[in-house]
């Protein structure tokens, strides 16, 4: 069979910050069940492999064929296959054929988006996780794992993931993962997606703190938009932390020959860690709602003050606009005893001043004491 695995350079990794939205590749309509179809636009894919002896000797073999895995893996009792980057349908079913994975199985692992899950089939397991993406925390990446008592097999849609402290606990030759069957490096590897989501909801946590200060000391519209942009993200975490958690309680609870029994103990703690995100996200997301209203509150109570203050500066003048544009009348008291006597007072004008400044006074002293303008 002609050596499907041959790759190129790996493509430039995304700028960080760019968001990113996963795209999900799928078969025609009408196409049978299991035909896989890749995305023209993936990374090129390239095989690790990694053999592992229960004497602690490990090998790394990077870049190979399906015939040098075929080649090399004699002799070991577990080995890690890892395909990075999946360009090449032919190269993904080649590999399930070998292993006896199922077509189903297989057209998921290049219908990126999956919602996550876990699944047994016949002698093996398959996990579908999401996996923040290394180099940028609002994306996300597909990981699909298969593995059975000798081998772990994991696809990744592109380079860079949260694995390295599974790799040098293997080059540390780490008794439990040499001790121990391939579904312990099974577990290791979901523990290490799992917690790699925990930096972002520490990040997210101090975030949400600073905000909440500032929307305290001075609400500004700003912090309105980054609080939706904010809840919106955790909106999304949560849609996947749900079925996250409910995959890691089906391989903690499917009665299969694959999962020992101490691994599974291992992974009771991996789903207290998927509760724990869990919990976390659902706070954030209630207090950010909380802030939001808060901050509508504050601007609604902002508001209030300003028209209150307006309608206090309205209801002085009223009296004072009045009386002007009383005497402003000018009729002459000369034509009439009734025309307004008053505009020949000698001192009508600073009588009228001194009277408009009384009636301020006084619509201020009475306001104070109605505790409109802040005094008790």
Known sequence: MAELSETVDDKPKRSRRRKQ???????????????????????????????????????????????????????????????TGLAQAGLIEEIGRRFGFHPLALEDVLNVGQRPKAEFHDDHLFVVLPMLDTHDDRAREQITIFFSRDFVITFQ?????????????????GK?????????????????IVDGYFPLLETRSEEIDRIEEEVLHS??????????????????????????????????????????????????????????????????????????????????????EVVNLLTIVSTIFIPLGFLAGLWGMNFDPDVSPWNMPELSFYFGYPTALGLMLVIALGLLWFFRRKGWLGGN
Request: glycine share 6%; charged share 30%.
């Open 21 to 83: 939205r996963t795209k999900s590749r799928r078969a025609p309509v009408g196409a049978p069940p299991g035909t896989l179809i890749a995305d023209p636009d993936a990374h090129p894919p390239r095989l690790t492999l990694r053999l592992l002896g229960e004497d602690g000797r490990h090998e790394i073999h990077d870049g190979v064929t399906l015939s040098d895995v075929d080649r090399l893996k004699s002799g070991w009792s577990k080995l890690w296959l890892d395909c």
């Open 157 to 173: 849609e592109r380079p860079g993931d949260v694995f390295d402290p599974v790799r040098k606990r293997i080059d540390a030759g």
């Open 176 to 192: 439990r993962l040499f001790g121990r069957g391939a579904d312990y490096l099974a577990y290791a590897l979901i523990d290490a």
């Open 219 to 304: 609400a500004e519209q700003e912090q309105l938009t980054r609080m939706y942009e904010l809840r919106r993200e955790v909106r999304h975490l949560l849609r996947i932390l749900w079925p996250l958690r409910d995959a890691i309680a089906t391989l903690v609870r499917t009665d299969n020959d694959i999962l020992s029994d101490d691994t599974r103990r291992f992974l009771t703690d991996t789903q207290d860690h998927a509760i724990q995100l869990l919990e976390m996200s659902e706070t954030h997301r209630d207090t950010l709602t909380g802030l939001i209203e808060l901050h509508m509150s504050l601007a609604s109570a902002r508001t209030n």
